[in-house]
């Protein structure tokens, strides 16, 4: 069980706008910086999001990230086939003094 | 461009020592803390620890603590982990990856990972 809460799956159709849930709490997403990985299969974890919101060079501008108090959500509106992937968020738990990722996400296209 | 190259891995029974290695180019080398994160078959990736960009200051996620050893060599751009004591539960592919200054956390580039199996 990890101390970042993400839903196991999600999935959309072709275009369509889905949103990937992170829960934490006030020692992690409520006063850290949150990012957000995808991780293709049989490729390396790529960085989708950085600093709770921002989008790295390359990266299309379909992915938003957001932050709310303890939770985090990313964003994939116009959802493509190749979108389908493991998406992690990740934060610093300054508490346990360690980077935490959520359990990932899988999401499908259907 | 930013490249992290692994070497390493591989097949070690349970108890015997290991050790990765992960070569940077591309980058000013020592001025990027460098982490170290796995996932085992069929898991999501777990943090296994990072260095700070002086290799002053190193931690390591619960797992591991106490087994594994994280070092860096500025001065070859290498950062290497030193997994003693392994488990079967070790048995994951491993990533190095770059965390830049400020950046709150940010793997921005990651290696290409490696494969350990833990296994008599």
């Known amino acids: 069980q990890s101390v970042l809460t993400q839903p196991p799956s999600a999935s959309g159709t072709p275009g369509q706008r889905v949103t990937i849930s992170c829960s934490g709490s006030?020692?992690?997403?409520?006063?850290?910086?949150v990012n957000w990985y995808q991780h293709l299969p049989g490729t390396t974890p790529k960085l989708l999001i950085h600093t709770d919101n921002q989008r790295p060079s390359g990266v299309p501008d379909r992915f938003s990230g957001s932050k709310s108090g303890t939770s985090a959500s990313l964003a994939i509106s116009g959802l493509q086939s190749e979108d389908e992937a493991v998406y992690y968020c990740s934060a610093w738990d300054d508490r346990l003094n360690a980077l935490l990722f959520g359990g990932g996400t899988k999401l499908t296209v259907l | 461009q930013v490249q992290l190259v692994q070497s390493g891995g591989g097949v070690v029974q349970p108890g015997r020592s290991l050790r990765l290695s992960c070569a940077a180019s591309?980058?000013?080398?020592?001025?990027?803390?460098m982490h170290w994160v796995r996932q085992a078959p069929g898991k999501g990736l777990e943090w296994v620890g990072f260095i700070w960009y002086d290799g002053s200051n190193k931690v390591y996620g619960a797992s591991v603590k106490g087994r594994f050893t994280i070092s860096r060599d500025n001065s070859k751009n290498t950062v290497d982990l030193q997994m003693n004591s392994l488990r079967a539960e070790d048995t994951a592919v491993y990533y190095c990856a770059r965390d830049p200054p400020h950046s709150g956390f940010r793997l921005d580039h990651w290696g290409q990972g490696t494969l350990v199996t833990v296994s008599s």
């Open positions: 591309g980058f000013t080398f020592n001025t990027h803390a």
């Open positions: 006030s020692s992690n997403i409520g006063s850290q910086i």
